[in-house]
């Protein structure tokens, strides 16, 4: 009997020690079961942050182009429709510029034709003192160019120390605009003073500016005669005329 209670006793003592190792390893998270769940955490968690982290950076970066690339053509179409716009306030610019030239440049006649005003470059000009009628001075301009032009309304004579140019007789206004051909004349007659002797602030002039219109920049310089030319507040002038007599009617 002793000897099977020492065996049992025994074999109750091994149980035992087992069980404390047992309980013991397991306290100090050594064990299989702790490891694999350690692991599995750890790996569960790092694949997540680096998966969201690159595709954010990702989506950030392609969203950025996007919008560059959108700003970079509406940059293009903006500079585009703003040359557009440029060009055609340029276009328009030289074609109101063109119709004022023509304008300037002499006007029209009533058929509304470009007129092609003379020059004294390409003419000849003379002044004629007349007896008669009394106290006119004949103008007299010859086309030397190779090319029509138009003598166009009256001309501004500026005689020696006058201050301004004479009026214009209105009723000496022709049907229509004096056009000269290579060698043809046109002719405009000069009131220098009252026959009568009405006129006052009366004085000599010795020399004659002719502008061939109101609008001309450049002048002929006729010849007076020797002794000069008596003028008076009379003086008048006629509108161009193609015909000699026309322009000493008045």
């Not at 049992?8 to 769940?37: F, P, Q, S, W, Y």
């Amino acid at each position: 009997m002793s000897t099977r209670n020492n065996r049992a006793r025994m074999i109750a003592a091994a149980a035992i020690a087992v069980a404390t190792l047992t309980l013991t390893a397991c306290n100090d998270g050594t064990g299989t079961k702790d490891e694999g769940a350690a692991d599995v955490t750890t790996s569960t968690s790092t694949p997540k942050a680096s998966d969201a982290s690159p595709s954010k950076a990702s989506g950030g970066t392609s969203s950025g182009a996007g919008k560059a690339d959108t700003a970079a053509k509406d940059s293009t179409g903006g500079t585009a429709g703003s040359n557009g716009k440029s060009g055609t306030s340029g276009s328009s610019g030289p074609s109101g510029s063109n119709g004022s030239g023509t304008s300037a440049s002499g006007g029209s006649d009533d058929s509304g034709s470009r007129l092609k005003p003379c020059s004294p470059s390409a003419s000849r000009t003379t002044a004629t003192a007349v007896s008669r009628p009394l106290n006119h001075l004949l103008l007299t301009v010859t086309n030397t160019g190779s090319k029509n032009c138009d003598l166009v309304y009256y001309p501004a004579v500026r005689f020696q120390d006058a201050q301004s140019v004479p009026p214009v007789i209105e009723d000496s206004q022709p049907q229509a605009v004096v056009t000269l051909a290579p060698g043809e004349s046109g002719y405009a007659g000069v009131l220098l003073s009252a026959a009568d002797g009405s006129g006052s602030n009366g004085y000599t002039a010795k020399s004659l500016a002719v502008y061939f219109n109101t609008d001309a920049t450049a002048a002929a310089h006729p010849a007076l005669p020797s002794k000069g030319v008596h003028i008076d507040d009379s003086i008048k002038v006629t509108y161009w005329q193609a015909d000699m007599a026309d322009a000493l009617n008045w």
